[in-house]
T-cell receptor, first 111, second 115 residues
Framework: AQTVTQSQPEMSVQEAETVTLSCTYD???????LFWYKQPPSRQMILVIR??????QNATENRFSVNFQKAAKSFSLKISDSQLGDTAMYFC????????FGAGTRLTVKP | NAGVTQTPKFQVLKTGQSMTLQCAQD?????MSWYRQDPGMGLRLIHY???????DQGEVPNGYNVSRSTTEDFPLRLLSAAPSQTSVYFC??????????????FGPGTRLTVL
């Protein structure tokens, strides 16, 4: 079964700075999808970014980008120009047939 | 277009009581799933369905039942509630049924407390 590991339970960053959240996963498959979801205090799960494993180019969505290292099974999320509204739990997720999530990283953006 | 809806938003049960968490989606998605979220453990898959009449177990299925009689609805039943089932429950749906990059849409969650 696939597993997803987020080794940073909590992180903080100053407003306007850059922060990177780590994620590693384990699978024997060659094609799959990876996601980052954001969960603000409202509890709503919001898709931030996704990456398909066979695409070598790292995905980018505005201030959010990923560093996908397939051989290392690593999928980190970089948030540039951090904003107060980025304060949330961030979950890394892996989809092979059904979606599995890491334990999450609680990110606090400080003014 | 309501997306994924869940009822109730909050529920308190006594040990041994049964209840059903409701989930509905109006996006004609084939795949639906239930997760529970506990502190420090992320979201764990309880049950999922790839279409009407088809359900399967996830990581933590014990104590829960599901059925899928229509494409739209996917209720989760707790047969005899236990304190260990105190959690936040999320229903989710997506278009594709396997190995897909389709966006998974989540409901607003149900906070369940079992005393």
């Amino acid at each position: 079964a696939q597993t997803v590991t987020q080794s940073q339970p909590e992180m903080s960053v100053q407003e306007a700075e850059t922060v990177t959240l780590s994620c590693t996963y384990d699978t024997s498959e060659s094609n799959y999808y990876l996601f980052w979801y954001k969960q603000p205090p409202s509890r709503q799960m919001i898709l931030v970014i996704r990456q398909e494993a066979y695409k070598q180019q790292n995905a980018t969505e505005n201030r959010f980008s990923v560093n996908f290292q397939k051989a290392a099974k690593s999928f980190s999320l970089k948030i540039s120009d951090s904003q107060l509204g980025d304060t949330a739990m961030y979950f890394c997720a892996f989809n092979e047939n059904d979606m599995r999530f890491g334990a999450g990283t609680r990110l606090t953006v400080k003014p | 277009n309501a997306g994924v809806t869940q009822t109730p938003k909050f529920q308190v049960l006594k040990t041994g009581q049964s209840m059903t968490l409701q989930c509905a989606q109006d996006m004609n998605h084939e795949y639906m799933s239930w997760y529970r979220q506990d502190p420090g453990m992320g979201l764990r898959l309880i049950h999922y369905s790839v279409g009407a009449g088809i359900t399967d177990q996830g990581e933590v299925p014990n104590g829960y039942n599901v059925s899928r009689s229509t494409t739209e609805d996917f209720p989760l039943r707790l047969l005899s509630a236990a304190p260990s089932q105190t959690s936040v429950y999320f229903c989710a749906s997506r278009y594709g049924t396997s190995g897909t990059g389709d966006t998974q849409y989540f409901g607003p969650g149900t906070r369940l407390t079992v005393l």
